[in-house]
């Protein structure tokens, strides 16, 4: 008797022209059967977005061998929406989002279309997890990547991942054999200085690019970017209950 194999959800927010879907899709193809719904153009940055003024839509996909894809008009977040509810059918065994170009440690998860993706799996009750490598290039080497993928997926298959969490998992921009492992992490207290670089356009108007410095002043070394930065990686458990529950008692003091 054959043994069922696990439906996979892949997507990701640089888009479906990405390297890093592709090496995802490369990671994840052995485990199981693929759905993949990706953006049809870079969507970071894009954090929890969701399409509710316009139309969605969905095409066909071919240039993955033996994978059912199809390319999204739509945000990380509907990407998922729409695989769940009306592409398949039924729930996935799992959600993976990325590999993304560029790393999302610390509070960028909160600004993250990749971990939104997986986030959005999460709270559809889908193990999910989401990939990035510290490395912009559109050619960016992921060889290491995909080891760490595989060996991510692998467990999460075999154990049963916490309600309510999905994985934030960050690996280093250094040759594969140069990981040092995986740490399981807390995500660093570091925030973006934010800044803008305002220009004027031919017709005399303002215009601006958000740009900025990422501050680190948490020296811990159990952080994800401690864990980065020193040949490691991370992989931080994320939830998406955002009550500060140790503000509950407080805010009763007050009387309100």
Same mark, same amino acid.
């Given at each position: ?21 592709? @090496? ?28 509710? #003024? ?10 993955? +061998?033996? %994978? ?28 993976? @989002? ?5 790393? !999302? &440690? @610390?509070?960028? %998860? ?13 709270? +559809? ?17 992921? +060889? ?7 060996? %991510?997926?692998?467990?999460? =298959? ?9 994985? #934030?998992? !960050? ?9 040092? $492992? ?28 958000? &740009? $900025?410095?990422?501050? *680190? ?7 994800? =970017? ?23 008692? +407080? =805010? *009763?003091?007050? !009387?309100?």
């Amino acid at each position: 008797m054959s043994v069922k194999r696990p439906l996979i959800f892949v997507t990701n927010d640089d888009g479906i022209f990405s390297k890093g879907i592709l @090496s995802l899709i490369e990671a994840v193809k052995p485990f199981g059967d693929l759905l993949v719904i990706a953006p049809d153009k870079p969507q970071s940055g894009m954090g929890h977005a969701i399409t509710v #003024n316009n139309i969605l839509r969905l095409y066909p996909y071919m240039l993955f +061998e033996g %994978v059912k894809a199809f390319t999204c008009s739509g945000t990380p977040v509907d990407c998922v929406k729409l695989g769940m509810y009306e592409l398949q059918g039924q729930k996935p065994d799992l959600v993976v @989002s990325g590999i993304n170009h560029g790393e !999302n &440690t @610390s509070t960028n %998860v909160l600004y993250s279309g990749t971990m939104s993706a997986a986030v959005e799996g999460a709270i +559809e009750g889908v193990p999910s997890v989401g990939f990035s490598l510290a490395d912009f290039d559109a050619n960016a080497d992921f +060889e290491g990547a995909i080891n760490i993928a595989t060996r %991510v997926i692998k467990s999460m =298959l075999e154990n049963k991942l916490p309600a309510d969490t999905c994985l #934030n998992v !960050n690996i280093p921009k250094i040759p594969a054999n140069d990981i040092k $492992g995986i740490k399981i992490c807390r995500a660093a207290r570091a925030f973006w200085d934010d800044s803008f670089d305002k220009r004027i356009d031919q017709y005399g108007n303002p215009y601006y690019w958000l &740009t $900025g410095e990422f501050e *680190n002043n948490d020296k811990g070394e159990d952080t994800d =970017l401690w864990a980065i930065e020193n040949g490691y990686a991370s992989i931080v458990p994320i939830q998406f209950d955002m009550t500060a529950y140790h503000a509950v008692s +407080e =805010l *009763n003091s007050w !009387n309100i």
